[in-house]
């Protein structure tokens, strides 16, 4: 079966590039032809641009990110290598204005993961909805992600008109499963993040031991300069270096910046961490495929620290909340034989929704 993935996937996210490879990988393993549609949204691509309009009219914002502007375009460069050479992606790129002509390329569209239903994300792209797809095809998300707790009237109505045309619907979020079920009266599923429906081996094969010292990783997908004070205070009490991959900071205090890193040298720096603090979903991921200590930082969304929180308390870990009057806490340890065999179920589920999903389009 052909199967076409619509999803974040050439953005400046290594969190977003490696969910949309790992759910690809997922399907050919499963024995079907599948593909990121590469559609280049103009609203998202806009975000990420180098020069943000917003920081020109504040100059002092403006002076603050030029230093920066020469990683983000590198970052950029990573993020199409990676698309180009390591991620499998349709021949033909997409927009706005010709996305319709992929359709019957797919016997099915899967949307999927990440927060592609979050108009705020997706820069109110309503592609994401699959909106351009005629109802005689068959589409299904994965994982998808509302992260708005509550929203508008308008929205659910959007919502409840487009997902009413789907087979199969799957979210990321207990939340959004009560919210999609009240809308639609129908069952809705949740599954996992496709990253962790490949088992560590398969990312220890893409990835590369290396013999360097132990080190503390700092990873943030937002600034936190109180998260920023924790990774440093570790590093004087453990008399470690601090590793900082930054996206916004040209330089840090007590840390050693590391800008713009591709793809696969962003996990072998999971990897070879000795600890890893973070505010980032996917970097708490890679923590846990890796096995390592971690802590994480709270951030202003909620929606994210829920889905953080949640992803723990599935497969049973504890609180890791990063406090800086508890060095020691990252040093709890974690019994990660429970925490695979938890995964293990977890994987199970999601795969069983990706066979009654591609079981369907063999009809």
């Known amino acids: 079966m052909k199967v076409g993935i619509l999803t974040f996937h050439a953005v400046q996210n290594y969190g977003a590039m490696l969910q949309a490879y790992a759910l690809s990988e997922t399907i050919n393993g499963m024995g079907h032809s599948c593909e990121v549609i590469d559609y280049r949204s103009a609203s998202i691509e806009k975000q990420y641009k180098p020069i943000q309009l917003k920081e020109i009219k504040h100059p002092k914002g403006f002076l603050k990110s030029l230093p920066m502007i020469s990683h983000k375009k ?47 994300a997706s820069g109110g792209d309503t592609t994401y909805l699959l909106d351009f797809v005629s109802d005689d095809k068959k589409r299904a998300s994965y994982a998808a992600s509302i992260s708005v707790k509550d929203p508008d009237d308008e929205y659910k109505s959007l919502l409840k008109n487009q997902l009413s045309r789907y087979k199969f619907i799957s979210v990321r979020e207990t939340d959004a499963k009560d919210l999609l079920e009240e809308l639609l009266t129908r069952d809705i599923y949740v599954t996992i993040d496709p990253t962790l429906l490949i088992d560590s081996e398969k990312w220890i094969n893409i990835s590369q031991d290396t013999d360097e010292q132990d080190y503390i990783l700092l990873y943030m997908m937002t600034v936190n300069a109180d998260l920023r004070k924790y990774a440093t205070e570790l590093s004087r009490r453990k008399g470690l270096p601090v590793k900082y991959v930054s996206l916004y900071e040209p330089k840090a205090e007590g840390c050693e910046m590391v800008f713009a890193p591709s793809v696969i040298d962003w996990i072998n720096l999971h990897r070879n961490a000795k600890y890893v603090v973070t505010n980032s979903f996917h970097g708490m991921v890679f923590s846990i495929v890796f096995q390592k200590k971690f802590a994480y930082g709270l951030t202003k969304n909620a929606g994210k620290n829920t889905r953080l929180s949640n992803l723990l308390e599935q497969i049973g870990i504890g609180d890791r909340v990063a406090n800086i009057d508890d060095l020691d806490k990252i040093d709890t340890p974690i019994d990660y034989e429970s925490v695979e065999n938890k995964l293990v179920d977890l994987r199970d589920g999601s795969m069983n929704y990706l066979k009654m999903v591609l079981a369907e389009g063999d009809k």
Not at 78 to 101: C, G, H, P, Q, W
Not at 105 to 110: C, E, F, L, Q
């Open 74 to 120: 590198k970052l950029q460069r990573e993020v199409d290598d990676f698309v180009a050479n390591i991620m499998r992606t349709s021949k033909k790129k997409y927009d706005l204005s010709n996305i319709s002509s992929c359709v019957d390329d797919y016997d099915v569209i899967i949307v999927g993961s990440d927060q592609v239903w979050n108009l705020n």
